[in-house]
């Protein structure tokens, strides 16, 4: 199943050729199961194969808001053996999403972590914004560990639409006691 956060105005035409280059991709080396086929784009709509994961991206949730798909679910039914169940012939794409990470970072120190006790931590519950995290109020972030405290994914209509509601989402979202982004 190809994974994309369409670019805006992205050409149909252009969707297409890479869709077509991930199935040739991973029939040619055989690869069998759920996995990722990343490309980046230069200013005139030419990409470029970046790299293939197979396992599950931390952006899935946007491929899920826009595809209906359960990806995690999808991934953990080929690891048991079954089959995919879903063709990539008919995976279709609905609107769009975009999700941001939620980081215990100094920003004025170039981003380094910010390890400490969360004195409060509130995500927002919206329509449309899916809110994951593994953190609460009074928890506390270790410095042993990724500083990722929650991701926040927006799905609409339209870009302009899903960056809107992100924007929404996150004037909603409280956190202090570490610095963060």
């Known amino acids: 199943i190809v994974e994309e956060s ?3 105005n992205l050409p149909e035409a252009t969707r297409n050729q890479m869709t077509e280059c991930a199935v040739k991709i991973t029939s040619h080396i055989g690869y069998v199961g759920a996995g990722t086929i990343e490309f ?5 709509s030419e990409f470029y194969f ?3 994961n197979t396992r ?3 952006e899935h949730p946007v491929t899920e808001m826009v595809t209906g798909l ?7 039914e080929v690891a048991e053996g079954g089959k995919l169940g879903v063709a990539q012939k008919d995976v279709r794409q609905n609107g769009h999403a975009v999700e941001v990470r939620l980081y215990a970072e100094d920003s004025e120190r170039e981003f380094m972590p910010s390890p400490g006790t969360l004195s ?7 329509p449309h914004v899916r809110c994951e995290n593994g953190y609460g109020g009074g928890n506390r972030v270790s410095p042993n560990y ?3 405290i929650a991701k926040l994914a927006a799905w609409g209509k339209t870009r302009a639409e899903a ?6 989402a996150l004037s909603q979202t409280r956190i202090s006691g570490v610095a963060n982004n």
């Open 40 to 44: 980046i784009m230069d200013a005139s």
């Open 120 to 126: 409060h931590f509130s995500l927002p519950h919206l």
């Open 70 to 76: 359960d990806s995690v679910r999808l991934q953990i």
């Open 163 to 168: 960056i809107q509601r992100m924007l929404n």
């Open 56 to 58: 599950l991206q931390v």
């Open 146 to 148: 990724d500083p990722m």
């Open 50 to 52: 970046l790299e293939m």
């Open 6 to 8: 369409p670019a805006p």
